[in-house]
C-alpha cells in the first residue's frame, strides 16, 4: 500500500524554526511532483512550495524566502525547511505527492495525513 508519512512539526516560537519531513512507502514505480500544503483552522487548503523530480522548486509569497523545499529521490523523501517562523504560519502542513506504482502505471494523486505547526509564543 503506497502513503505518505510527514513528520516534524511541534510548537515553537515566533522567530524558530522546523524541520518537515514527508517519506512515500511502498511499492513505487515513480514519484512526479511532490508538494506542500498547509490549513489553518477555519481556512482553505493552500500551496506552499512544490517540487518537481528535476529539483524545480516553485514557493507562495507568502513563505518565499524563509522556507526552502529539497528532496532525496532516493528516499522517496521530501523536506520542508522553515525558518523565520511566524505566528500566522500555524496550520496543519500536508504532503501531496503524484506516483505511480507497478500496477497502476498512470500517475495518480496522493496526500499524507498532515501534521501540526504551532508557533506561538
Known amino acids: 500500500q503506497v502513503q505518505l508519512v510527514e513528520s516534524g512539526g511541534g510548537l515553537v516560537q515566533p522567530g524558530e524554526s522546523l524541520r518537515l519531513s514527508c517519506a512515500a512507502s511502498?511499492?513505487?514505480?515513480?514519484?512526479?511532483?511532490m508538494t506542500w500544503y498547509r490549513q489553518a483552522p477555519g481556512k482553505q487548503r493552500d500551496f506552499v512550495a512544490s517540487?518537481?523530480?528535476?529539483?524545480?522548486?516553485s514557493y507562495a509569497g507568502s513563505v518565499k524566502g524563509r522556507f526552502t523545499i529539497s528532496r532525496d529521490n532516493a528516499k522517496n523523501t521530501v523536506y520542508l525547511q522553515m525558518n523565520s517562523l511566524k505566528p500566522e504560519d500555524t496550520a496543519v502542513y500536508y504532503c501531496y505527492a503524484i506516483m505511480s506504482t507497478p500496477d497502476r502505471p498512470t500517475p495518480r494523486n496522493y496526500w499524507g495525513q498532515g501534521t501540526q505547526v504551532t508557533v506561538s509564543s
Open positions: 517540487i518537481t523530480s528535476d529539483g524545480v522548486t
Open positions: 511502498g511499492s513505487i514505480s515513480n514519484i512526479y511532483a
